[in-house]
């Protein structure tokens, strides 16, 4: 089956710009995180959904906002771009609580954004 | 507050040896463990996990990990390396008690050289 999908796989943008990255988790998958990853940072987790719920968010600024729609697709959201922005977004998504498999994370290949 | 720590950058090993890549972890409750592989421009990929039972645990390509609660440890092994296993390496944590599914805490990664 197809795995989580990322979309774009790379962008430039400017400061002060915003940028919206998506994300379609593997079919079945209702629960999906957003993590960046960065040289200096690692990997650090953003936030992470399940039903369109927020169930958890990481310690970054209020300019990074996510959703989740119904068909458990998700988007991440940058505002008002800084230059230490530039990272590789990661998303994973994975079956629901209590479901066989639920712990595993499913991570895409990730967007590649660069901050000017 | 969990955390994960990786205490080398690189580790190189020559093909058909023995390889360890470390891992300690501290989290407040009983850790879910995980091990993840990034190989360039790709996202992660899972090799295995410890939830409960046996402090051996046998993943995909041949890796395991030993779970050590004495020491807080949580290392990856394979026999033999292969020359393919090459990449970054990481090591993460999940306390089952935060809210939240997929917050995983991830440790800064070991880069695995196999030379031929």
């Known amino acids: 089956k197809a795995g989580v999908t990322q979309t774009p796989r790379y962008l430039i943008k400017t400061r002060g710009q915003q940028v919206t990255l998506s994300c379609s988790p593997i079919?079945?998958?209702?629960?999906v995180s957003w993590y960046q990853q960065t040289p200096g940072q690692g990997l650090q987790f953003l936030f992470e959904?399940?039903?369109?719920?927020?169930?958890n968010k990481g310690n970054f600024p209020g300019r990074f906002s996510g959703r989740q729609f119904s068909n458990s697709r998700s988007e991440m959201n940058v505002s008002t771009l800084e230059l230490g922005d530039s990272a590789l977004y990661l998303c994973?998504?994975?079956?629901?609580?209590?479901?066989?498999?639920?712990?595993?994370?499913?991570f895409g290949a990730g967007s590649r954004l660069t901050v000017l | 507050a969990q955390s994960v720590a990786q205490p080398e950058d690189q580790v190189n090993v020559a093909e058909g040896n023995p390889l360890t890549v470390k891992c300690t972890y501290s989290?407040?409750?009983?850790?879910?463990l995980f091990w993840y592989v990034q190989y360039p421009n790709r996202g992660l990929q899972f090799l295995l996990k410890?939830?409960?039972?046996?402090?051996l645990v046998k993943g995909s390509y041949g890796f395991e990990a030993e779970f050590n609660k004495s020491q807080t440890s949580f290392h990856l092994k394979k026999p033999s390396a292969l020359v393919s296993d090459s990449a970054l390496y990481f090591c993460?944590?999940?306390?089952?008690?935060?809210?939240?599914?997929?917050?995983?805490?991830f440790g800064t990664g070991t880069r695995l050289l196999v030379s031929p």
């Open positions: 079919s079945g998958h209702r629960s």
């Open positions: 994973a998504s994975s079956l629901a609580a209590r479901q066989v498999g639920a712990n595993v994370l499913t």
């Open positions: 959904y399940f039903s369109e719920t927020q169930r």
């Open positions: 410890y939830i409960t039972g046996d402090n």
């Open positions: 989290v407040s409750g009983n850790p879910y």
């Open positions: 993460a944590v999940r306390d089952p008690l935060n809210t939240g599914f997929q917050k995983l805490v």
